[in-house]
C-alpha cells in the first residue's frame, strides 16, 4: 500500500500512530490484567518473548515525533496512567489495601524500567526488575 493511500485512510501520519497506540494500549493492559506484582512481571516477560523487547512504542512515538503533537502526547499519558493506575491496585492487593503511591511509583519505575533494558539484557532485566518489586513491597521477605 502507498503511504498517499494509507494517509488518505487514516488522516495523517499523526493519526495513524494514534490508532497504532490506541490499539497497542488495549492490548498491552488487557495483557498486565494480573492481581500480583510477579503476576505483573510475569506478564511483561511474556509480552516481551511474544512481541520482542524494542522498549516502549509509546515513548519511542512520542520521541520521534518530537514531543510536540496532541494526539501522541495524550495517548503516552492515558496509556501510562491507565498502567500506573493497575500498578497502584496490585500495590494496594500486596500490602492489605494500602494505598501507597509512592511505593506505586517505584514499581511503576521498576517496570518501566525492565521494559528498557530488556531491549539489550533481555527478558532476564523483567526477572530482576520483579525481585527488586517484591523486595521493595515485602521487605519483610
Given at each position: ?25 488495549r492490548?498491552?493492559l ?17 509480552w ?6 524494542r ?24 496509556h ?43 527478558a ?18
Open positions: 500500500m502507498s503511504s498517499r493511500t494509507l494517509y488518505k485512510h487514516a488522516g495523517s501520519k499523526t493519526a495513524l500512530i494514534a490508532s497504532v497506540l490506541t490499539e497497542r494500549d492490548r498491552f488487557r495483557h498486565m490484567e494480573v492481581d500480583s506484582l510477579e503476576g505483573l512481571f510475569d506478564a511483561l516477560a511474556e516481551i518473548r511474544t512481541e520482542g523487547a522498549g516502549c512504542l509509546f515513548l519511542r512515538a512520542h520521541g520521534e515525533t518530537g514531543g510536540d503533537q496532541a494526539a501522541i502526547t495524550a495517548a503516552l499519558r492515558a501510562k496512567q491507565a498502567l500506573f493506575e493497575r500498578i497502584q491496585a496490585i500495590v494496594a492487593t500486596e500490602t492489605g489495601g494500602k494505598a501507597d503511591p509512592a511505593l506505586a511509583e517505584q514499581v511503576m519505575i521498576l517496570h518501566e524500567g525492565a521494559t528498557a533494558a530488556a531491549v539489550y539484557r533481555g532476564d532485566a523483567v526477572a530482576r526488575a520483579r525481585d527488586a518489586a517484591i523486595a521493595l513491597v515485602h521487605p519483610e521477605a
